[in-house]
């Protein structure tokens, strides 16, 4: 069988990447080894979410009086259902992409797919040929020799989501949003969190200002937090695990019931032809260029297999460039400056371009400008008073920077990234009338505070 493209992997990237063909009027395949819509969809980003709702919604019900709600009765939380949900919620997002690869006439081949030469593919024993290969095979839970996988004691984030019955106690290893996310979860759920983190902070990569607010709203959930922690060696016993770690106050063993290992993932580059072919790869990543070609004319590679960051949206947005470029057409290179990330906690998080500190370490003359949840209308009548909208500027007055915590923030990035793409100043966010009452106009206040010009601070 000969087509246009073969893409292998249907994550965010190869899907979009198979979708975005179809409608240039490409004849397009689609080899899975798995499920149809990689790992975000059924294993990642969108479960994680379903758990964070039910998380949510068990905090409201127990918050309820405050509301002038009552409940009669216990509030409890019923993991077995949570977890059906998120199974639910998984398998129809698993499905809407196989109605959109139906509607648009992709091929799906199921196997593993390997490259034996530029163009062709070989799946189960058959090969397929195409003018074009699209590498979107996307990556998987790195493992520590000293904290080893099995799946009961020692867990990733896959197995997190379909646990048993809920543990008394769970240590939470790596912060990034994977172990935050998890560690919202499971302490909002009412399992003893302690959470352990290498670097100097948790949320590693987010302003020092975000994870101080985060490090107290976790403790608020009564989690523990240890930051320049590293964990030395971890221990299964009959009863759960021994974890050794080495932090502040020297060596000490901790006990939890099950660990979660969310200390960041590994491209699976693996067996998929790259040695025959002499695709060049370094540190784990396939090297590719602006347009997302490899070494090898013909193979592209996008997602997490490249060095840029691991996020859905960025595979998407490299899917449709990569596809469009192989078409003829002339897509503009991705910024990016200008990714944002978001961490669906309870206060959320969201940031985009750069931290104050990386602001210092380029040398960049900046001011900020910030508005506090607490002087917040909407946030005080919605009972969400934790967390600030923080904003960059530079010099020139240009937005370089933004850095939200609170009720709602994943949604309020978008404002923020937009501003920092078109290069907008302080004074255009603040003119822009934002509507009344809302979490949005936290935003405005914040450039207006940049100006000197705060109305409600």
């Not at 904003?391 to 923030?409: C, E, K, M």
Request: net charge negative.
């Amino acid at each position: 069988m000969k087509y246009d493209i073969i893409i292998i992997g249907s994550g965010p990237g190869g899907y979009v990447a198979a979708i975005r063909a179809a409608q240039l009027g490409r004849r397009v395949a689609v080899v899975e080894r798995a499920e149809v819509g990689g790992v975000c969809l059924n294993w990642g980003c969108i479960p994680t979410k379903a758990l964070v709702r039910s998380a949510q919604v068990y905090a409201d019900c127990k918050a309820a009086a405050g509301f002038g709600v009552a409940i009669d009765g216990e509030v409890r939380v019923d993991w077995a259902k949570a977890v059906q949900r998120e199974r639910t919620v998984a398998e129809t997002m698993n499905k809407g992409v196989q109605f959109l690869f139906k509607k648009n006439n992709i091929d799906v081949i199921a196997g593993h797919g390997r490259l034996t030469s530029p163009h062709t593919v070989e799946v189960e024993g058959a090969s397929y040929q195409a003018d074009a290969v699209i590498l979107a095979t996307g990556a998987r839970p790195r493992q520590m020799a000293f904290m080893p996988v099995d799946g009961k004691r020692i867990i990733s984030s896959r197995e997190a989501l379909t646990l048993d019955s809920l543990p008394q106690t769970m240590i939470v290893v790596g912060s990034g949003a994977i172990g935050s996310e998890f560690a919202y979860i499971f302490a909002t759920l009412g399992v003893k969190v302690t959470i352990v983190e290498y670097m100097p902070q948790i949320m590693p990569l987010e302003d020092e200002e975000t994870a101080k607010t985060m490090e107290r709203a976790f403790r608020k959930l009564r989690a523990a937090v240890m930051t320049s922690t590293s964990v030395k060696q971890v221990d299964v016993t009959p009863d759960g695990c021994n974890v050794l770690v080495e932090g502040k106050k020297g060596e000490q063993t901790l006990t939890a019931d099950v660990v979660l290992s969310a200390v960041g993932i590994k491209s699976n580059i693996e067996n998929i032809g790259l040695e025959e072919l002499g695709i060049a790869v370094e540190r784990d990543k396939i090297v590719v260029d602006e347009h997302y070609r490899t070494s090898v004319e013909g193979v592209y590679a996008i997602g997490d297999i490249i060095a840029t960051p691991a996020l859905a949206h960025v595979a998407s947005a490299e899917a449709i460039h990569c596809v469009e470029h192989i078409c003829g057409l002339s897509p503009e290179p991705i910024d990016y400056s200008t990714i944002p990330s978001c961490v669906f906690t309870s206060p959320e998080v969201a940031s985009v371009g750069l931290t104050e500190q990386q602001a210092r370490d380029k040398g960049i003359d900046y001011k900020v400008g910030r508005f506090p949840y607490t002087a917040s209308g909407k946030a005080t009548a919605a009972g969400e008073r934790d967390g600030f909208v923080k904003l960059i500027f530079d010099a020139d007055d240009r937005l370089i920077g933004a850095h939200l915590v609170g009720h709602n923030v994943t949604e309020m990035i978008a404002e923020p990234t937009l501003a920092k793409r078109l290069g907008i100043t302080a004074e255009t966010i603040a003119r822009t009338i934002h509507a009344h009452p809302s979490m949005n106009e936290a935003t405005m206040e914040a450039a207006e505070a940049a100006m000197g010009a705060a109305i409600h601070l």
